[in-house]
């Protein structure tokens, strides 16, 4: 069994996007968490703020270092995940769950052609561990 969800599109940055209709959740995969060890700060955009695709839309601080996030599909920003200015260590505790960064509305759902499925991240973090 993967321990990435198979509901969910991955980006080369090693975020996630989860789909709901026009709308979609954000958050950093598992792989992202380990590598950044302990988050201490997510800095993340205000409601109604515009993105376009790769656009950098926060950062995520841990004790090793500071590192941009970048949104995988153009969107409006509609929710924040309001726990994680208190509690930004649910980023390592549930990357794929309570850990989620943004809730969006999308603006296409063409880029997702370009994200990568589960079995296709897999093998993408096979090779860059190589």
Do not use: C
Not at 3 to 15: G, I, M, N, T
Not at 52 to 67: L, M, N, P, R, Y
């Amino acid at each position: 069994m993967s321990a990435y969800p198979d509901d969910r599109y991955y980006s080369l940055s090693h975020e996630w996007v989860r789909v709901e209709g026009d709308n979609a959740t954000i958050g950093i995969t598992d792989h992202a968490q380990k590598e950044l060890g302990e988050v201490v700060m997510v800095n993340l955009p205000g409601v109604g703020d515009l993105f376009d695709a790769d656009q950098e839309f926060g950062t995520i601080e841990s004790v090793k270092a500071v590192s941009e996030l970048f949104l995988p599909v153009a969107g409006e920003i509609l929710e924040v995940n309001a726990t994680l200015a208190e509690e930004p260590n649910a980023v390592n505790e549930d990357p794929h769950g309570d850990g989620w960064l943004v809730r969006i509305k999308m603006a296409s759902d063409v880029e997702l052609e370009g994200l990568m499925k589960v079995a296709d991240y897999e093998k993408f973090l096979e090779e860059e561990a190589k």
